[in-house]
């Protein structure tokens, strides 16, 4: 069974090490955690951790996730656990892998991971989104780190102050977070594996209406679309629909070249206080 990770770093909180065919074994990281349940971005960067060892094995030369679907059937604890996989198909472009991810014999999470290989120079040929406008970094809110949030501590999220009036107990009637993004492991930057966990790295859309406690992920969809340049990303998350407790919302990430290197949705249940009804 894998070791405690010795570092905060994301690479060694998601290594994953064979212990049999098709069968990993992993340690879940106190770091990435909110009130002391394993981030979901997190989780996907351990799935596909698995997926890409798989495939490789299966003869895979497939480097990157570029796609990944994941299922939170419930939140494991911090600690040991396994990674099932099975290598649908290995192709010439891209390698699907299933992936469950093992607590005590109970499947927790399952994805299905697409595998690909991303140019370090890609050509856009057509793109349809707006580049979020953000305050200057040093103009932007740096969030208190505070105990039951270990995520805080690896992820540096500067917040715009335009959409920041929840901090103060406000509230408002647009559901978006927006700001930059940096990964604070100590050794780590973004790259296409990264960026993962940073599909998920902001805090909830739904907080700036007044919601309250923790928002968990029942799905979560993300896409690597480049590899991408820089120390800080611009990220905007917002809610598309919010409908009997349960809320989809939506991910963009830009890198300093102000390309779209990475999208995400996921839905995720939310929970109002009678007073923010």
Not at 25 to 45: E, F, K, M, R
Not at 263 to 271: D, N
């Amino acid at each position: 069974m894998s070791a405690a990770p010795e570092s905060r770093s994301l690479r060694d909180a998601a290594a994953v090490d064979p212990i049999g065919p098709g069968r990993y074994a992993a340690q879940i990281s106190d770091d990435y955690t909110v009130v002391g349940h394993p981030n979901g971005g997190y989780l996907q960067c351990l799935l596909a951790n698995a997926a890409l060892a798989a495939a490789s094995d299966e003869g895979s030369a497939h480097v990157h996730t570029t796609a990944i679907t994941t299922n939170y059937v419930t939140a494991p604890n911090v600690g040991p656990v396994e990674l099932h996989t099975k290598v649908r198909r290995v192709g010439r472009s891209v390698t699907f892998v299933h992936v469950e991810l093992v607590q005590d014999e109970a499947v927790t999470s399952e994805s299905l991971v697409t595998l690909g290989t991303l140019a370090d120079d890609a050509t856009v040929r057509y793109r349809l989104d707006e580049l979020p406008a953000l305050a200057p970094l040093e103009e932007c809110l740096r969030r208190t780190v505070v105990e039951e949030i270990k995520l805080m501590s690896v992820v540096d999220f500067r917040l715009d102050p335009t959409c920041a009036m929840w901090l103060d107990g406000e509230r408002s009637d647009l559901a978006e977070v927006k700001g930059w993004l940096r990964l604070n492991d100590g050794v780590g930057t973004w790259d296409a594996w990264t960026l993962l966990f940073a599909s998920d790295g902001l805090p909830p859309a739904t907080f700036p209406l007044g919601s309250s406690g923790w928002v968990p992920t029942l799905q979560l969809t993300s896409y690597v679309h480049q590899i991408p340049n820089g120390e800080w990303l611009r990220a905007r998350q917002w809610c598309v629909v919010i409908t009997d407790g349960l809320v989809e919302e939506r991910c963009e990430l830009f890198d300093d070249r102000d390309q779209l290197v990475a999208t995400s949705s996921q839905l995720a249940m939310v929970r109002f206080s009678a007073r923010a009804q």
